[in-house]
Nanobody, 123 residues
Framework: VQLQASGGGLVQAGGSLRLSCAAS????????MGWFRQAPGKEREFVAA????????SYSDSVKGRFIISRDRIKNTIYLQMDNLKPEDTAVYYC?????????????????WGQGTQVTVSS
């Protein structure tokens, strides 16, 4: 499966962005999906994950209450709505398809990764 992330950009603190991740090559409708991010000089970290049917979600503490992950199984696409963005949210954001059907924050549980989209939040 190929994953294409989009929607990144430059936004002021307090603003919003919506990331999309479209899957092609095969369906991911039965897979958990996740978003991760990597800031300059830091390791890649978990942001959010969603179960195969969208019924379960998981968030890192740093984004809980500000970000919402969702999916459209017909369009084979997941989304990350990011509100009240902060400068510390600046990073390259990656989407990934899990080996499991449930949400997981463990990177080794993901088998396919997108190319990343840059999010920059200015203060």
């Amino acid at each position: 499966v190929q994953l294409q992330a989009s929607g990144g950009g430059l936004v002021q603190a307090g603003g919003s962005l919506r990331l999309s991740c479209a899957a092609s090559g095969r369906t991911v409708s039965n897979n958990g999906m996740g978003w991760f991010r990597q800031a300059p000089g830091k390791e890649r970290e978990f942001v959010a994950a969603i179960s195969w049917n969208g019924g379960l979600t998981s968030y890192s503490d740093s984004v809980k209450g500000r970000f919402i992950i969702s999916r459209d199984r017909i369009k084979n696409t997941i989304y990350l709505q990011m509100d009240n963005l902060k400068p510390e949210d600046t990073a390259v954001y990656y989407c990934a398809a899990a080996r499991t059907a449930v949400p997981t924050s463990v990177q080794s549980n993901y088998r396919s990764w997108g190319q990343g989209t840059q999010v920059t939040v200015s203060s």
